[in-house]
T-cell receptor, first 110, second 113 residues
Framework: AQRVTQPEKLLSVFKGAPVELKCNYS??????LFWYVQYSRQRLQLLLR??SRESIKGFTADLNKGETSFHLKKPFAQEEDSAMYYC????????????FGAGTRLAVHP | KAGVTQTPRYLIKTRGQQVTLSCSPI?????VSWYQQTPGQGLQFLFE???????NKGNFPGRFSGRQFSNSRSEMNVSTLELGDSALYLC????????????FGPGTRLTVT
């Protein structure tokens, strides 16, 4: 079964502190992994995907197939990073069929 | 380009009624996917339409159905509404081929009383 687990509902950090939002997945094939973000009163939007191997807004994520993880990291959190973050997987069901985790709310305090 | 639009934005219905939600994708996008978001179950995939054909389907009862028109606009219908159908319904559009990002709409908030 395909599943995405985000163990933390809330992650609270101070500005300038490192951030790591955890994501673990369950999928037997080669998954496509994504991080989506939803800022307050805004639409859900793609932050980054593992195939791009790029850094967006200072965030990076590495796919670790051995640990089946796709953690999102940022070395220095900013207040504007406060948002809801969703890890998502696209697998055997088709590229546009996303399986989402429950989401982690990141709160960055001044 | 204009973003994905959904109408109506808010809807209140009574148990047993049916409802139709509409989604207009970004111009040129041929794929429209629908998701249900609830506090208890999170974001769950309903179905995807591509070139007027249902290409993928999630694990929802047959009361949930959809269709796509030749202009790629999509509608989803829920019949015999239940209290548990209260949710935010999101649609997302993409060009349709693999490797392209999905763009989400603002959602329709459905409340069933």
């Amino acid at each position: 079964a395909q599943r995405v687990t985000q163990p933390e509902k809330l992650l609270s950090v101070f500005k300038g502190a490192p951030v790591e939002l955890k994501c673990n997945y369950s999928y037997s094939g080669s998954p496509e992994l994504f991080w989506y973000v939803q800022y307050s009163r805004q639409r859900l939007q793609l932050l980054l995907r593992h195939i791009s191997r790029e850094s967006i807004k200072g965030f990076t994520a590495d796919l670790n197939k051995g640990e089946t993880s796709f953690h999102l990291k940022k070395p220095f959190a900013q207040e504007e990073d406060s948002a809801m973050y969703y890890c998502a997987l696209s697998g055997a069901g088709g590229y546009n069929k996303l399986i989402f985790g429950a989401g982690t709310r990141l709160a960055v305090h001044p | 380009k204009a973003g994905v639009t959904q109408t109506p934005r808010y809807l209140i219905k009574t148990r047993g009624q049916q409802v139709t939600l509409s989604c207009s994708p970004i111009s040129g996008h041929r794929s429209v996917s629908w998701y249900q978001q609830t506090p208890g179950q999170g974001l769950q995939f309903l179905f995807e339409y591509f070139s007027e054909t249902q290409r993928n389907k999630g694990n929802f009862p047959g009361r949930f159905s959809g269709r796509q028109f030749s202009n790629s606009r999509s509608e989803m219908n829920v019949s015999t509404l239940e209290l548990g159908d209260s949710a935010l319904y999101l649609c997302a559009s993409s060009p349709g081929q693999e490797g392209f990002e999905q763009y989400f709409g603002p959602g329709t908030r459905l409340t069933v009383t």
